[in-house]
């Protein structure tokens, strides 16, 4: 090659990496007059090809120059492996060579991108290696740029992703300690930063430390948004200023910075050793745009070397998007809680009015929910046997039996007190013993004017006077075991119904018509009765047809609800000889079923109510208590398996409670170990759950609850031991599935 006036040539300065290949004589020249051209660009020269691949590995060129004149055989087995290693991208390949040495259509085809023929100008050739080079600098930094955007999308793609993941997130989370923790984490993360706290806006209107990611403890104090004595902001504090004014605050470093009061900070770098440094403050505001929070984030650091650095201004619209996700994620959890708030209140209103309803149910109705909750509480603590795998996971799953024992009694609101509260037999809505002790003096004046008579009638006055002695002595004895079976107290033996049909046979004058003054309702069940002439003699006791209250057909439950109590002919039946003549205790099987159709009254409204998901069970919670692991129970005689852990604790609960009252005016209450001793007998005939009223006994909650709601007088010396069994059978038919 001539080499005449390349020296001369202006090129511009290039960058870049060039490799010659050439003989040495050759490629030492060419080597020295691109260097004079190229300024800048690297040169090196290689003369063996035996070392043009490692010389490539060695110095990653750019370029290679290849002067194929003395190279002699094996140029196109290089260009193909040398192509092999670095695809055109990564290498450019420029021959120079003469015409009837090397054919340059075929090693173009091998892989060069450009052939010059010989001569060639020195010129020309610097000047084409040049704009190639160029070509190559402007490509690099094209292809740097478009990685520097790429790693910069991925980077936001990310962030966005990360966004959008923990929007959903704090979406589908109902724990609020687990919410605010996961609002700080994908702070920090989002910021890459060391550390972040979060404020609460107080309904005092003061700011107060909620949580932090730092495992150091929350300062207690609150901070005041506005001055007592001029209502102004308390503007000089950073995180007091983007909560009143609703604004982000960047702080670059904490210990230059005038614009706030920082002296809090500082003073916690000095008692913890930490140091901050640079401060992001978001305040956090939901859909009514009122402040109710504060974000607050420590020390962001460079991603490569851990440094603290400034919070670029950049990712302000991103926190602020995270701190409005939070706010509205905060806002509708504590909506959601204080709807669960007011509806759990609004029915512990309701328990306590079917409480004030009656005067002598006491607070069944608030002692039970209370019991069950402690018994439930004692059963998810249990890590072995039957109840290992029992427990309420979650607070939805408390809510929910806490709202089914609150309920357990809301069909009573239908019952009326004065079968709940029967107290004597003659009950109704007063004690009608008074009516048949007025008969009675009717009898007795009767016999006094029976003896006036006789001795009018010259009778012997000894005579008439035994007589009435005699008369008056029958009708005390007999007014005395009246009223005495009117009690219900004792059973009844046959031989006392038989007495009370015979007294009933005595009779008595009535001059009065009974059918004046009667409600619209009596009226009609007498409509088209007889009606005899008066005066009428009346049995001292009767039971009458006025006395049968027939029972409607909508009065008798739907087959739906699939009720298997059996249902009395007649609604009431307040006849004097059939309610005295009651064997045991003071109710009528009308009765008995009037109360007990509070549970029916119960299943009947519930269902009647679109429970959420959450609360699905709160009927089965409310209406199984007096259901019976022999599927004797009612309403609905369930069997063991159909009754659930839960169902079972309230049927323990309701039961202890009721026996242990000391409000009823139909018993006397029970000492503790009677008490327990009629709960074991219920147990032994399979009433209810062995493993759970064992449990009762061994956890203490029989007598932590009999010492919070028992006179002390109930509260006898218990050996639990004599109501335990030597080993406790497995909770049948209650799985995993019962919770």
């Not at 408390?398 to 709202?403: A, D, K, N, S, T």
Request: hydrophobic share 40%.
């Amino acid at each position: 090659m001539n080499s005449a006036g390349l020296s001369e040539t202006a090129v511009t300065l290039i960058n870049g990496r060039l490799l010659v290949w050439a003989d040495a004589d050759t490629g030492l020249a060419l080597c020295r007059d691109l260097a004079a051209l190229l300024g800048n660009c690297g040169l090196e020269l290689v003369t063996d090809r035996n070392l043009i691949e490692s010389s490539l590995a060695r110095y990653p060129a750019d370029v290679l120059l290849i002067d194929t004149d003395g190279l002699g055989d094996g140029l196109e087995p290089a260009l193909q492996r040398i192509r092999g290693i670095y695809p055109a991208e990564a290498l450019t390949i420029v021959l120079v060579g003469n015409p009837g040495t090397v054919d340059c259509d075929s090693l173009l085809s091998l892989g060069a991108i450009d052939c010059l023929y010989k001569p060639v100008s020195r010129a020309e050739l610097g000047l084409r290696l040049a704009n190639i080079l160029s070509s190559l600098n402007r490509l690099k930094a094209e292809r740097t740029a478009r990685q520097d955007l790429e790693r910069e999308i991925q980077a936001r793609t990310a962030k966005l992703n990360l966004l959008i993941d923990s929007g959903l997130m704090m979406g589908m989370e109902r724990s609020r300690a687990k919410l605010l923790q996961h609002i700080l984490r994908e702070g920090q993360k989002l910021l890459h930063c060391d550390g972040a706290t979060m404020y609460w806006v107080t309904p005092q209107g003061n700011l107060k430390f909620a949580e932090r990611t730092r495992t150091d403890c929350l300062p207690v104090n609150e901070l005041p948004l506005y001055r007592a004595d001029s209502g102004s902001p308390n503007d000089n504090y950073v995180a007091i200023y983007a909560a009143v004014h609703n604004k982000p605050v960047i702080i670059d470093d904490v210990y230059r910075e005038t614009r706030f009061d920082c002296s809090g900070t500082r003073d916690f770098d000095t008692q913890s050793g930490y140091r901050t440094v640079s401060l992001l403050t978001v305040p956090m505001a939901p859909r009514n745009g009122a402040v109710i929070g504060v974000l607050q984030f420590i020390n962001a650091l460079d991603p490569g070397s851990g440094a603290v650095i400034p919070f670029p201004v950049d990712v302000v619209e991103l926190v602020e998007a995270l701190a409005a996700q939070a706010a509205v994620a905060l806002d509708n959890l504590q909506l959601i809680q204080s709807q669960k708030d007011t509806t759990e209140s609004i029915i512990q209103v309701l328990a306590a009015a079917l409480d004030t309803k009656s005067p002598h149910t006491g607070h069944h109705c608030v002692r039970v929910p209370d019991l069950a909750i402690m018994l439930a509480k004692a059963a998810c603590r249990e890590s072995s046997g039957p109840l290992a795998d029992f427990d309420f996971s979650n607070e939805d799953q408390w809510l929910e039996f806490r709202v089914g024992a609150w309920l357990h009694d809301c069909g009573k609101v239908t019952t009326p007190e004065y079968v709940i509260e029967k107290a004597t037999k003659l009950d109704m809505l007063y004690n009608r013993i008074h009516e048949v002790r007025m008969r009675f003096e009717v009898l007795l004046r009767d016999a006094q004017i029976e003896r006036l008579e006789n001795l009018a009638n010259g009778m012997p006055s000894g005579d008439a006077d035994d007589r009435y002695r005699m008369r008056k002595t029958q009708l005390f004895d007999d007014f005395a075991f009246i009223a005495e079976c009117n009690k219900g107290q004792e059973s009844m033996q046959d031989a006392d119904c038989d007495r009370i049909r015979a007294i009933a046979a005595n009779s008595w004058l009535r001059y009065f018509d009974d059918t004046l003054g009667l409600s619209e309702d009596e009226d009609q069940r007498l409509r088209g009765k007889p009606k005899p002439p008066l005066p009428v003699s009346e049995r001292l006791l009767a039971d009458k047809a006025a006395h049968i209250v027939p029972r409607a057909a909508w009065q008798t439950p739907d087959p739906a609800l699939e009720i298997k109590m059996q249902v009395p002919e007649n609604l009431f039946n307040y006849g004097e000889i059939y309610n005295l003549t009651i064997q045991k205790g003071t109710l009528t099987a009308e009765d008995r079923y009037k109360i007990n159709e509070h549970i029916i009254e119960t299943i009947k409204l519930l269902e009647k109510i679109p429970f959420p998901d959450f609360l699905k069970r709160v009927p089965e919670y409310a209406s199984t208590h007096h259901e019976t692991l022999d599927g004797k129970g009612y309403p609905r005689k369930l069997t063991e398996r159909q009754l659930s852990i839960p169902a079972r604790i309230m049927a323990i609960a309701d039961i202890f409670e009721a026996i242990t009252a000391s409000d009823r005016p139909y018993k006397r209450p029970y000492k503790l170990s009677q008490a327990l001793k009629i709960m074991c007998d219920m147990k032994n005939n399979r009433h209810i759950d062995a493993t759970l009223f064992e449990l009762f006994l061994t956890s203490g909650v029989y007598l932590e609850f009999a010492r919070k709601y028992l006179y002390p007088e109930q509260i006898d010396a218990v050996d639990i031991g004599q109501f335990l069994s030597a080993s406790v059978e497995s909770v049948c038919g209650a799985g995993s599935s019962d919770r």
